[in-house]
C-alpha cells in the first residue's frame, strides 16, 4: 500500500483473514506495481516490493526488511506502476509518469541493509515500458512499451539487441507462452512475436474492442478481457458453446 502520505507492506492469513504483521515504508508518491515472492532455493523466500522509494526485500515470516536499494531520480521521482521481476540474480523494475520521463534499473540480489551504488548494475532512461511488465526468457529481458515498441535487451549487461514498432498503445502486461510472446493493445489487437535474438512476427489479430486488461493462460486456453466481451481461445470442450461471450458490460 504505497500512497502520497502512508505507506505500508501487510502480511494477512488466507484462511482466517487475521493480520499477521505489518511493515511502515517510506511514502513519496502513490505507486501500483505488484510485489512478488522471490525463492531462489535457499529456504529463505523474501516479499520484493517496488516503488519511489527504491526496491526492498521482506521476510515472508515477521515483515523484517532484509535489505533496501534507494531510487534516485535526475529530475521529480517517478512512480512505479509495472511490477518488478527477478532473473539471473538480478531484480529489474521501470518507474515513469505521465510526462515521459522513464527510469529503468538492474539491481543485484544477495546484498543486507541498505545497498550502495554498486548494486546498481545497469539503467536506462528511454523507451523502456511505464505502465506494462518486463519479460525474460533464459539471458534476454523483454517488454513492450506504453507507445507500442517492443525491444529485446541482454538481461544482464542491458545491451540492445533489436527494437520494433509494433505500433498502438499499450496497457496490457505482455505474457510469455511457449517462447511466444503475446501483446495487445488499447486499439483491439494482438500481436505474437516469438522471443528470441530476432524479431519474427508469428500472428497479428484483431478483437474489435480496447484491451486494458494483461491476458491470462489457464489449462492451455488463452483469456482477453476485451472492453465488452471475455475472450478464451483453445481447443473448445465437447459440450462448449459456439459464442460464449458475455453480454456487454457483465
Known amino acids: 500500500n504505497d500512497q502520497d502520505g502512508r505507506a505500508e507492506v501487510v502480511a494477512i492469513d488466507a484462511a482466517t483473514g487475521k493480520l499477521l504483521w505489518q511493515a511502515a515504508r517510506p511514502a513519496f508518491r502513490a505507486c501500483y ?13 523474501e516479499l520484493i516490493v517496488a516503488s519511489t522509494a527504491g526496491l526492498a526485500g521482506y521476510d515472508l515470516k515477521d515483515g523484517k526488511e532484509h535489505w533496501r536499494w534507494k531510487w534516485t531520480f535526475a529530475r521529480s521521482p517517478l512512480r512505479t506502476v509495472a511490477s518488478p521481476i527477478a532473473a539471473g540474480g538480478l531484480v529489474f523494475a521501470n518507474s ?6 522513464r527510469h529503468t534499473v538492474a539491481v543485484r ?17 528511454k523507451l523502456f515500458s511505464y505502465v ?4 525474460t526468457r533464459g539471458d534476454l529481458l523483454f517488454f513492450v512499451n506504453d507507445g507500442g515498441v517492443a525491444a529485446c535487451h541482454v538481461a544482464q549487461s542491458g545491451e540492445n539487441v533489436w527494437t520494433h514498432r509494433i505500433g498502438g498503445n499499450i496497457s496490457a502486461s505482455p505474457i510469455l507462452v511457449d ?10 489487437d494482438v500481436i505474437v512475436f516469438s522471443a528470441d535474438r530476432q524479431y519474427r512476427e508469428l500472428a497479428r489479430n484483431s478483437l474489435g474492442e480496447p484491451i486494458i486488461a494483461t491476458p491470462a493462460v489457464a489449462d492451455n486456453r488463452l483469456y482477453i478481457r476485451g472492453r465488452d ?7 473448445p470442450s465437447p459440450n462448449a458453446a459456439t459464442d460464449t461471450r458475455s453480454p456487454r458490460g457483465k
Open 132 to 135: 506494462p511488465t518486463m519479460l
Open 179 to 188: 517462447g511466444k510472446i503475446y501483446a495487445a493493445t488499447e486499439e483491439g
Open 96 to 101: 515513469g509518469d505521465g510526462a515521459g520521463d
Open 229 to 235: 466481451h471475455l475472450y478464451c481461445f483453445g481447443q
Open 109 to 125: 540480489l544477495g546484498g543486507k541493509g541498505e545497498l550502495g551504488d554498486s548494486a546498481l548494475v545497469w539503467e536506462s532512461k
Open 33 to 45: 506495481s505488484t510485489p512478488f515472492v522471490l525463492d531462489d532455493g535457499s529456504g529463505k523466500p
